[in-house]
């Protein structure tokens, strides 16, 4: 059982407003709901915007042209344009792969997987190909991002707000969907008649591939526990049945149902979006590290990964309110680090240059750092708590119910008994951080 923890470093970005800073560059504005973005060499990066756009952006002049606009899209609250990736021989096939939705029968939201090929004079796409079709969907816990490698697609499809779809293995939702490059099923899958590679996912919203070729992804929770998960073909990730990591509370439903416990939880929620790994040494701080942004959080992750690119030892969080929710996060091949905005979409609170597409700079990453290793402990009796440590200093503390509403807060000091007797009987979560430590515990007050 891992120990959960808390990041709450901020950073100070000045004045509102979108003036440059040593931290980040506008590169892009006036945009709407930027979804996915993919590097196309020559300074540029295609991307998708939620209502169906396609378009390129020159970093070195910061102008954006139209690609495409994709018709009849059924673009509902989350549901729209989605997933992007490029062949990876991009250079010269000139492919890329669209995810999408559109409608069905009856107004019902499909998606569909289609490649193009891409002409960078112009610029265009033409030649579609639809890989694979009329996925059922939704216009909420869709999913929808894309990973393309040398020899397969992975698409994630969420469950579409029917928790039960998950755990069927005769459903596509609540999956990590794989297939070959021509939308054929991979004889190696764990299922040669089925796209599932893996299951029991919520709402995966990012993907990526590490140096070693392990796969991670984020994932929305309910009111609790988002994700960040380390794929195995044919594994179980435990929605419904459980959530966050592995404890004495749902031990033997993990071991059950043979359950694979996440690297990371986060409670309250932080809706993790986009992800991406960072494997060049443009900036140092950053090597073998996952990027990772965040929507509710407004915040930019850094976790920094171990040898074996499957654990995280180190962690930062970096503070980018003044620029709101961030859907995407971008590694350029150069080592260049590029985050997407996605205020426009129906829980954002748009201002008046939105959406951006801003360049973030090393200045940001080194700004601040918090360590995982937690020195303090708290111990729980009736109708109280105590806190243990090492170190003699403040401990300041936080408990939220299980739809993430705060119910209590307070300071400590190692040893003291803090009441809890005004506090409603029920399951809680206790937040607390001391220094450059923290926890985050369930507890059960009765």
């Not at 062949?87 to 499909?110: E, M, P, Q, R, T």
């Not at 999956?175 to 919520?202: E, V």
């Amino acid at each position: 059982m891992k120990n959960s923890f808390l990041l709450s470093v901020f950073i100070f970005f000045g004045a509102f407003g979108y003036c440059q800073s040593a931290e980040y560059e506008t590169i892009a504005e006036n945009q709407e709901v930027i979804w996915d973005m993919e590097w196309v060499g020559q300074d540029s990066i295609l991307y998708t915007e939620l209502k169906g756009k396609l378009k390129l952006l020159d970093i070195s002049n910061k102008t954006v042209v139209d690609v495409h606009s994709f018709q009849d899209i059924a673009a509902e609250n989350q549901s729209g344009l989605m997933g992007l990736g490029l062949a990876h021989d991009f250079k010269n096939s000139k492919l890329i792969y669209v995810a999408y939705c559109f409608y069905g029968d009856n107004f019902s939201i499909l998606s569909r997987i289609s490649s193009f090929s891409y002409n960078s004079s112009g610029p265009s796409i033409m030649n579609e190909s639809i890989l694979v079709d009329s996925l059922p969907s939704k216009n909420a816990n869709l999913g929808g991002r894309l990973l393309v490698d040398s020899a397969n697609i992975y698409y994630c499809l969420g469950d579409i707000q029917n928790e039960n779809l998950a755990q069927l293995l005769d459903n596509p939702n609540g999956k990590i969907l794989r297939y070959n490059l021509d939308g054929t099923i991979p004889s190696d899958n764990p299922d040669p008649a089925s796209p599932i590679f893996t299951y029991g996912h919520r709402n995966p919203q990012g993907i990526c591939k590490t140096a070693n070729g392990n796969i991670l992804i984020s994932e929305h929770g309910p009111f609790s526990n988002d994700e960040i998960n380390v794929l195995e073909k044919g594994r179980n990730f435990g929605w419904p049945l459980v959530g966050g990591y592995k404890e004495a509370a749902n031990e033997a439903i993990y071991n059950q149902y043979i359950i694979k416990e996440p690297i990371l939880a986060f409670t309250p929620t932080i809706a993790p979006a986009g992800v991406d790994y960072y494997g060049g040494n443009l900036y140092p701080s950053l090597t073998n590290s996952l990027l990772v942004s965040t929507l509710k959080d407004k915040a930019i992750h850094i976790f920094s990964l171990n040898q074996n690119q499957d654990s995280v030892i180190d962690s930062k969080r970096l503070d980018v309110a003044p620029l709101g929710r961030i859907r995407d996060i971008l590694v350029s091949p150069d080592g260049r680090v590029f985050a997407s905005t996605s205020n426009r979409d129906l829980y954002g609170e748009p201002n008046t240059n939105d959406d951006l597409i801003v360049e973030v700079f090393e200045s940001l990453f080194t700004s601040v750092s918090t360590k995982l290793e937690s020195n303090f402990k708290v111990a729980l009796f009736s109708n109280s708590l105590i806190f243990n440590s090492d170190i003699h200093g403040k401990i300041n503390f936080s408990i939220y119910d299980l739809t993430g509403k705060l119910v209590f807060n307070d300071f400590a000091m190692p040893e003291e008994t803090i009441s809890l007797k005004n506090l409603n009987a029920g399951l809680f979560i206790l937040k607390a951080t001391q220094n450059n430590s923290s926890l985050v515990q369930k507890i059960i007050h009765q």
